[in-house]
C-alpha cells in the first residue's frame, strides 16, 4: 500500500505565495515522475507541473514563470512553489504518483486566493 499526504494549501491573497507538500510512503521501491494537478469544480483534473528522478520538469502554461517543482528524493518528497497567485489558481490541488501500472493519488488540499 502506498499514501499520499498533502500539505501546505491555505488562503492566501493574490500575489502571495504557498508551498505545497506532497511524502509519498509505503511499499515504494522506486519513484520516477511525481506531479501535481489541481481541479476546479465542475471541470476536469489539470496538470500542474511534473518532475521526474532526474529533476527534469514540465509546467502548465499558465503556471510557467510562477510556480515551481522541486523533489527530495531521499524524502520521497515532491514541493510546489506557487509564487503571484492569481485568483484562477485557487482550487483543490493533487500530488500524483505513478507506479509500475497503478497511480497513486492524495487526499488534495484546498488553495484559496482572495481578490
Known amino acids: 500500500q502506498v499514501h499520499l499526504v498533502e500539505s501546505g494549501g491555505g488562503l492566501v491573497q493574490a500575489g502571495g505565495s504557498l508551498r505545497l507538500s506532497c511524502t509519498a510512503s509505503?511499499?515504494?521501491?522506486?519513484?520516477?515522475?511525481m506531479g501535481w494537478y489541481r481541479q476546479a469544480p465542475g471541470k476536469q483534473r489539470e496538470l500542474v507541473a511534473t518532475?521526474?528522478?532526474?529533476?527534469?520538469?514540465n509546467y502548465a502554461d499558465s503556471v510557467k514563470g510562477r510556480f515551481t517543482i522541486s523533489r527530495d528524493n531521499a524524502k520521497n518528497t515532491v514541493y510546489l512553489q506557487m509564487n503571484s497567485l492569481k485568483p484562477e489558481d485557487a482550487t483543490v490541488y493533487y500530488c500524483?504518483?505513478?507506479?509500475?501500472?497503478?497511480?497513486?493519488w492524495g487526499q488534495g488540499t484546498q488553495v484559496t486566493v482572495s481578490s
Open positions: 500524483k504518483l505513478p507506479l509500475g501500472p497503478l497511480t497513486y
Open positions: 509505503g511499499r515504494i521501491f522506486s519513484i520516477n515522475t
Open positions: 518532475i521526474t528522478a532526474g529533476g527534469i520538469t
